[in-house]
């Protein structure tokens, strides 16, 4: 089956800092890939739809300065989290969709636990 | 905009007990409509899928769904639930076409007692 991982699985660091994460769709291309956030006991919120070769897709009240992503291959995005602050504390979670498919099917990454001190 | 509603947070059951959980969405076109199943320290895994067709769906371990158009439902069932069952259940719907963006519900979560 298709497989999404993410890397890191989790990470700590200090406020004011900038933390990168990758999302990569492992046996298959991915025109589309879409990044979540998870706060404890609640569902997933889109944050972004990422766009190979073009610009990404932000949801309302989503900062696209805060949150830059980069969408460089069909196989890789990347979610920076810019001057990170506690209230970014969270779990990330991004998602890829097959190209060349109508399978409206969306394969998800394990997540990144996000934790800044 | 799509929306989704999930009317149970929390379920607690006995081993072999039926279930069903509820799941109703907003949209007023065509949809595809999704079950997915955290379990505990794992990603999410996609149960079942309805995007057309016969409007019963199976999905994996002994999983299904129906989707009854006229009431905007799209309700989980399985007849006996075992303690590996116990996770978070997410119902998911998105519109054709576009980017494909899904909206997910709160989530239920399901806590089966041995």
Redesign the interface.
Known sequence: GAVVSQHPSWVICKSGTSVKIECRSLDFQAT?M?W?RQFPK?????MA?S?EGSKA?YEQGVEKDKFLINHASLTLSTLTVTSAHPEDSSFY?C?A?ESGT?K????????TRLTVL | AQSVSQHNHHVILSEAASLELGCNYSYGGTVNLFWYVQYPGQHLQLLLKYFSGDPLVKGIKGFEAEFIKSKFSFNLRKPSVQWSDTAEYFCAVNAPGGYQKVTFGTGTKLQVIP
Request: aromatic share 22%.
């Open positions: 589309t879409f979540y609640q569902s997933l919120m889109l739809t766009n897709t979670i998602s969709r109508f409206n099917e969306q394969f998800f990454g394990p997540g």
